[in-house]
């Protein structure tokens, strides 16, 4: 989920620049040739780009059909019917109805003895009221549809290589993460537990060169906390809910250059996205709603004090919070460099930047995940060149991914996830 917040971008803005294409991520080895006097050997990145090449054509057009199809978060069940089906066909044990709903999980069960690692493919759509700007219907603009087809074609080429395989992938294909339901609920049904899940490993689509992977290391996405104020008149409201989001030292990108400054900046070392916080607070009546997303996330409590002391100015206020702030994705440094290492070796060095930042108006349930067990959380380059940052940036009605990027996706993580599981 990336949900940047503002006025709606001029949709015909096209910027060139940092959208020049990676080019050593996008040349295919030669299918084919790696396979022959192998069989042996353990899988190696010119296996998995020879299955990968093969696959590219049949995953574009499943990509396709499912952008087709946009279901929204829990109502995914076209959307597993088809995960179920290709997994199934591709020799992988599957169960559905995971989480009480449409979770998918199949497992790819190696030739060889090694270790147990997850990978996760969100499969819904956006709902209308979290596209910027606003929609009439449900819409893939956060690249879940390439997360699927991605999920399915990395199955298929570790399947075509099982008798190469050491250990055990276990793929979940998890509803809901719009709502950031759908982990919570694949956790709690044992997901990661039942199969004895060690890793965890996912792709999300980002506004960077298609084939770019953007690595995460010691850093991640935000969490939210959310409070609600209640006061005693309206003039209170709205004079509160002014000096809340006065506490932001972070607003949401308003142009196309704004937007372009902030993928910058979340690449920058020590740039001015290190410490941030977002706040959003809307006075309703006589009360005042407010959200916010900080970073440090043990900020979060400062902030909290902060949102107090503001509304004891005001006579006769209160303050709600009903929980916990939703948890941070913090990605380990460890996995994240060595994933970084193993793509710059195999699909070359410009294949590769890191992200020195969070992203401030972002949140996801894969940190739920990484709060049981260590992973990678990466964001793969989805923007054609010459295309606007919009085409490429989550949750713009614009978004329009180029679809090279998904046998380029599949390449680097297949080939990640045979690693890991050898140990």
Known sequence: MIRPSGPTLNRRTLLGGAAA???AGLVWGTPGTAVAGQRGAPIGQQAVDAEAARLEK??????????????AP??????????????????????TGVGGGHGVVGVLRGARPGRTVAYRADMDAVPPGDIRGGGTAAAHVCGHDLHTTMGIGIAQVLARLRHRLSGTVVFLFQPAEESLAGARAMIDAGALARHGVEEIHALHCGPFPVGQFAVTPGTGLPGQDHAQITVRTQDDARQLAADLGALATVQPPGTTAELEQLVTDIQTPDGPLARFVAVRATAQDTGVRVSSRCWPPEDYARVRGEVRRL???RAGSEVTYPGAPFPAMVCPERDADALARRLRRTLGRNAVTTLQAAIPFSGEDFSLYLQRVPGTFTFLGVRAPGASVTTAYPHYPDFAPDERAIALGVRGMAGWLAERTRG
């Open 58 to 71: 049949e995953l574009v057009a499943l990509r396709r059909d499912i952008h087709a199809h946009p279901e």
């Open 74 to 95: 829990g109502q995914e069940q076209r959307t597993a019917s088809v995960v179920a089906r290709r997994l199934r066909a591709a020799g992988l044990d599957v169960t």
């Open 311 to 313: 509304a004891r100015a």
């Open 21 to 23: 294409a990676v080019g």
